[in-house]
């Protein structure tokens, strides 16, 4: 039987260079993970596109025409997939699915979620939360005076509701600041933001982002969607940036009431930002403490143990137990 004293050796794939430099979420959970299992001792393998920066981790160029497990080390005890596959592995593996399914089919038994809302929505309950290496991060200053609000993310999808979000600071009097939208969008229709009160970034990173988030009052995040995970609230938490959302999704799991406020009506959105007494090393620590990528790490491992163990994660293949069709989900 092995556990946790067992070292192996593990192959991480996505079909994807890593870590984003940008936009990418999921490559940097991928990247951070690979250096927190070699930390550990563990052998990793990262078989991707190739890499963005220098690393001492094992890089295979992963190639499109040849199958997955034709170009793994013969010595590998486990792939974790990062995507699903069509391809029938011989060897062990898990599955992690960061998104949400557009479909009813039915996932793999060695599926894992990303939060334990994401799990149950898929009738499972095998999950890990995402963690992230703070040390690869920008110095954060606590100190520093805020005067901004802003909004993370992929800004042209209506279902992170960008739109809301400076509607809020608006009526809040607060300024705000897009990262990851521009002013004038056509990708979802020709969409122009005249006001003043936002400022836009595009998709940014490295210092420049972490800088804009250092800065922040807090981040405005009024999805209407169930975010799977959601990184733009555990990096805005890390900067001393609480949270002011909607409960939606692994909202109400990451977001605990000494961090954020999380409301589906809007004028208590509008009047808890008004009112805004959170404390940014608060929210520093709570982001460091709880979402670091050691922990994401050791929760892995024990599910990488139990299918090395000859078992599988679920009972029953999860499966997307109900499907929001052109229907988003409701702000009063």
């Not at 078989?47 to 690393?55: E, R, S, W």
């Not at 991060?137 to 279902?159: E, I, M, N, P, Q």
Request: proline share 3%.
């Amino acid at each position: 039987m092995k556990n946790q004293d067992n070292k192996i050796n593990i192959v991480l794939f996505q079909n994807a260079y890593i870590p984003a430099l940008k936009y990418g979420g999921t490559e940097r959970v991928i990247y951070y993970l690979a250096e927190a299992l070699d930390n550990f001792g563990h052998n990793v393998t990262l078989l991707v596109k190739g890499a963005t920066k220098p690393t001492h981790i094992k890089i295979i160029v992963y190639d499109e025409n040849r199958s997955v497990q034709s170009q793994i080390p013969k010595d590998t005890d486990i792939i974790h997939l990062h995507s699903i596959i069509d391809e029938r592995l011989t060897i062990p593996y898990v599955v992690t699915i960061h998104g949400n399914p557009k479909n009813q089919d039915k996932l793999d038994l060695n599926s894992i979620f990303v939060s334990r809302n994401h799990a149950d929505r898929h009738n499972s309950s095998s999950f890990v939360l995402n963690g992230l290496n703070w040390g690869d991060y920008s110095k954060v200053d606590l100190t520093r005076d805020r005067d901004y609000y802003h909004f993370l993310g992929k800004a042209s999808w209506k279902v992170k509701n960008v739109k809301l979000a400076i509607d809020i600071a608006k009526k809040s009097n607060e300024n705000i600041k897009i990262l990851g939208g521009v002013r004038f969008n056509f990708k979802m229709g020709i969409r122009w933001t005249f006001t003043k009160k936002a400022s836009f970034y595009g998709m940014v990173g490295g210092e420049l982002k972490d800088n804009l988030l250092n800065g922040s009052k807090g981040l405005i995040f009024p999805v209407l969607w169930n975010e799977p995970f959601g990184l733009a609230i555990i990096e805005s938490l890390y900067f001393g940036a609480p949270i002011f959302g909607t409960p939606y999704g692994s909202l109400p799991e990451l977001v605990d009431k000494n961090v954020g406020f999380l409301s589906s009506n809007r004028d208590e959105l509008i009047n808890a930002v008004k009112s805004n007494s959170f404390n940014a090393k608060m929210c520093n620590e709570y982001a460091n403490d709880m979402f670091n990528s050691d922990i994401m790490a050791k929760e892995y491992l024990k599910k990488y143990y139990i299918v090395l163990n000859n078992n599988t994660l679920n009972i029953e293949k999860p499966y997307l137990k109900e499907i929001l069709k052109d229907k988003y989900l409701k702000i009063d």
